[in-house]
């Protein structure tokens, strides 16, 4: 038993508990920004110790059902690096809102050991709890403006959808588990080389199943029907937790899962993602055209990234499992950052496009961050969004399937339209409505009203994010260099 | 002995009856016991497989109790929800709880 | 196959036809012997012999439902005592340290909802 493999984990979960003990203990509640402080701390000791695991760079080892390696330890990082930044966000977003927020921290950390434990799993039972480790808390988040009905209604959502989807995939792993009589990813890849089970339909059918139980996680078409709602209703630093992290996650654990268990497959599962990854961007980007709301333009659109992500597995070579890597690290930065922005200078609000006019007036650090996020978003050169639509289509077209990376691009191309059209607001001189409008949509709260007093921990947030944004930028290579050491570490059939 | 299939085929009914219970009713509640329904059929079908595979593999029936367990904090947490829900609105009838549109 | 399996169900099935008989002849016996004398008081429906009240289909208190969701979590977590029970002597301390923490962090969460008066009957 080698307890030391998992300590980051253990960290993150001694946190999580210290947190709720804590939030007993304090009875005022000006002493409530403690717990967000302390589970600060435990997010950043983490990183450090999984720094210094990377370090090392040990072999990938097995561990009970969790197999410790240089992947997980990379994607591990992006988690926590996200969930440092959310939690940051969120110390001052709640101070009024939700009454017990030793709950809303406890959550979020779990919510991540969860993650940590998903993107380690190497074996359907281990992949299953954590993955409702992960999912369980996040329904909870998303509901946790308790008085809020808007909020309560994507919880709801998120929740009705998500347990069918987990159900879905379950069944699908019996089935797997019944023609292979194994649990352990590499011993569903043994079985499935010798038994020659390549024209089952049912195992194509329990393939589809657990395939739909992913793609409702991480958001593609046609399983994203909660996404806009449930961006839109959830508190603005839940959504940007939402948008990040159990992506990041699911996407890692979907590249274990398919290099691994699935190897002996790939011909069967390459269509089904090309067929994903074509819907997803062409949806989102296309129904993001016509959104107002702008969380929910941020929804619509991160299904689209989620389609350009998944062409990456219609590859499934070692140059596009590290470029789907590597644009994920730079998607979570960029959307985290994005949110931070929009939670920022939209408090109380109802997050209408409209209500960010003329921010370059009020505000000119954040109408730069959303100008520098949105321009990465859409990936023109030299943002880090344009290093990692680069690497993500090179590594198509690499792969023989030029005609997809050209359907990206187009879909690319789409994306301007919308991103734009949020910097016409911001840079905008135009007055968007008269005054009286503006009056209507002044809010209640006095925090909200002034952008001068934007508390500074938020703030931080989205500097921290600006900045990671621009050193990506300039210096992309030791960013890429460290997703391809995480794809080589895979134990992968297809590459190896 | 009672071959494996009839336990497959009993559990795809169980399956396609929960599917359809979450397509046709609209009680949120009602929802929720057809999606435990399928986690049901997920159950018969692991301990079914676990019983007729090689030597009796227990790694089914491990994993069964992990869904059951995990089952039952699930239905928890969306009935906590369901319950706030009725709080807020008054109703869980699932076309009526429409603030966000779709 | 078909006939072993329709023969393991005829026990069941013979049971069944039993047991439905029994209850036909037992009700038959009784009307049959039972003296016939009814009254407004007998035809009440049984309350631990206090007059009934209200509908029976009165709705329940929504609060039980706190207790109920806490019944059935604590029930589920008791499924992992048994295989836990059956290879504990095998395994040792090693086997009591797990459960150990795994009632404690069950345990944990218990506290906070007690100490948040989640259980107290308001």
């Known amino acids: 038993m080698e307890f030391t493999l998992i300590i980051p984990e253990i960290i993150v979960?001694?946190?999580?508990?210290?947190?709720?003990?804590?939030?007993?203990?304090?009875?005022?509640?000006?002493?409530?920004?403690?717990?967000?402080?302390?589970?600060?701390?435990?997010?950043?000791?983490?990183?450090?110790q999984l720094v210094r695991m990377f370090a090392l760079g040990q072999q990938a080892s097995s561990w009970g059902l969790l197999t410790i390696d240089t992947f997980g330890h990379v994607i591990k990082i992006i988690l926590l690096?996200?969930?440092?930044?959310?939690?940051?966000?969120?110390?001052?977003?709640?101070?009024?809102?939700?009454?017990?927020?030793?709950?809303?921290?406890?959550?979020?950390?779990?919510?991540?050991?969860?993650?940590?434990?998903?993107?380690?799993?190497?074996?359907?039972?281990?992949?299953?709890?954590?993955?409702?480790?992960t999912s369980i808390p996040l329904y909870i988040l998303s509901g946790i403006d308790k008085n809020d009905a808007r909020s309560n209604e994507a919880a709801y959502k998120y929740l009705m959808l998500g347990m069918l989807a987990s159900v879905v995939m379950l069944y699908g792993m019996t089935f797997i588990y019944g023609f292979t009589a194994a649990a352990n990813f590499e011993g569903?890849?043994?079985?499935?080389?010798?038994?020659?089970?390549?024209?089952?339909?049912?195992?194509?059918?329990?393939?589809?199943?657990?395939?739909a139980g992913f793609a409702f996680k991480v958001a593609a078409v046609p399983f994203h029907f909660w996404v806009p709602d449930t961006y839109e209703g959830a508190p603005t630093p839940v959504t940007s937790f939402l948008a990040t992290a159990p992506k990041v996650a699911g996407f890692a654990a979907l590249i274990r899962?398919?290099?691994?268990?699935?190897?002996?497959?790939?011909?069967?599962?390459?269509?089904?993602f090309i067929i994903l990854s074509i819907l997803s961007m062409s949806v989102g980007n296309i129904v993001a055209l016509s959104q107002t709301n702008i969380k929910r333009m941020l929804g619509f659109s991160s299904v689209a990234h989620v389609g350009y992500i998944l062409m990456a597995f219609a590859i499934a070579d070692q140059m596009a499992v590290s470029a789907a890597i590597f644009y994920l690290m730079i998607y979570g930065i960029v959307n985290i950052g994005t949110f931070a922005v929009i939670a920022s200078v939209m408090r109380g609000e109802d997050h209408q496009i409209q209500g960010l006019a003329g921010l370059s007036k009020r505000s000119p650090l954040m109408s730069l961050s959303v100008a520098v996020f949105m321009i990465s978003m859409i990936g023109i050169p030299p943002t880090p969004g344009f290093w990692g639509k680069f690497n993500l289509f090179a590594s198509v077209v690499n792969g023989g399937m030029t005609w997809l990376a050209v359907i990206g691009i187009i879909n690319s191309i789409i994306s301007v339209y919308y991103y734009i059209n949020v910097l016409r607001y911001v840079y905008g001189d135009q007055e968007i409505g008269n005054q009286q409008d503006k009056q209507a949509r002044r809010p209640a709260d006095p925090a909200a009203d002034g952008l001068n007093n934007i508390p500074c921990l938020m703030r931080l947030a989205v500097v921290i994010s600006l900045a990671l944004t621009i050193i990506i930028a300039t210096y992309p290579q030791p960013f890429i260099e460290l997703a391809k050491a995480a794809a080589v570490a895979l134990k992968t059939g297809l590459w190896l | 002995m009672i071959p494996l299939t009839y336990y497959l085929i009993f559990s795809a009914m169980l399956f396609?009856?929960?599917?359809?219970?979450?397509?046709?009713?609209?009680?949120?509640?009602?929802?929720?016991?057809?999606?435990?329904?399928?986690?049901?059929?997920?159950?018969?079908?692991?301990?079914?497989?676990?019983?007729?595979?090689?030597?009796?593999?227990?790694?089914?029936?491990?994993f069964s109790l992990f869904a059951i367990a995990v089952g039952a904090g699930e239905i928890g947490v969306g009935l906590a929800i369901i319950l706030n829900l009725y709080r807020l609105r008054n109703t869980i009838n699932i076309d009526q709880i429409d603030f966000l549109k779709w | 196959m078909i006939q072993q399996y329709l023969h393991a169900y005829s026990y069941i099935a013979i049971f069944a036809l039993?047991?439905?008989?029994?209850?036909?002849?037992?009700?038959?016996?009784s009307r049959l012997l039972a003296p016939h004398r009814p009254s407004k008081e007998k035809s009440h429906p049984y309350e631990c012999g206090l007059v009934p009240v209200g509908e029976p289909w009165g709705q329940l208190?929504?609060?039980?439902?706190?207790?109920?969701l806490l019944f059935v979590l604590f029930d589920v977590e008791t499924v992992f005592m048994y295989p836990w029970a059956v290879v504990f002597r095998d395994m040792g301390w090693s086997a009591f340290l797990e459960m150990f923490s795994f009632i404690v962090i069950i345990a944990l969460g218990l506290i906070y909802a007690w100490k948040k008066n989640v259980l107290r009957w308001v």
């Open chain 1, 13 to 48: 979960f001694l946190t999580a508990t210290a947190i709720l003990i804590l939030d007993l203990i304090l009875q005022q509640e000006k002493q409530k920004k403690l717990l967000g402080f302390a589970a600060e701390a435990g997010v950043i000791l983490a990183i450090a």
């Open chain 1, 188 to 211: 569903i890849a043994r079985q499935l080389t010798s038994l020659d089970l390549h024209e089952n339909p049912i195992l194509l059918i329990a393939m589809i199943f657990i395939f």
């Open chain 1, 81 to 133: 690096v996200s969930t440092g930044l959310v939690i940051l966000l969120s110390v001052d977003y709640f101070k009024t809102i939700i009454s017990r927020k030793g709950e809303y921290y406890c959550l979020i950390l779990f919510s991540v050991v969860g993650m940590m434990f998903m993107v380690s799993a190497d074996n359907f039972i281990s992949f299953f709890l954590s993955l409702q480790l």
């Open chain 2, 16 to 62: 396609c009856i929960g599917v359809y219970g979450v397509l046709a009713r609209r009680n949120s509640i009602m929802i929720l016991v057809s999606i435990e329904l399928m986690l049901n059929a997920v159950n018969i079908n692991l301990v079914a497989f676990s019983a007729y595979l090689r030597g009796d593999d227990p790694i089914g029936q491990m």
């Open chain 3, 61 to 68: 208190n929504i609060r039980y439902y706190v207790f109920a």
């Open chain 3, 18 to 29: 039993v047991g439905l008989l029994y209850v036909v002849v037992v009700l038959t016996v």
């Open chain 1, 257 to 272: 899962l398919l290099t691994i268990a699935f190897s002996p497959l790939i011909a069967q599962w390459r269509t089904l």
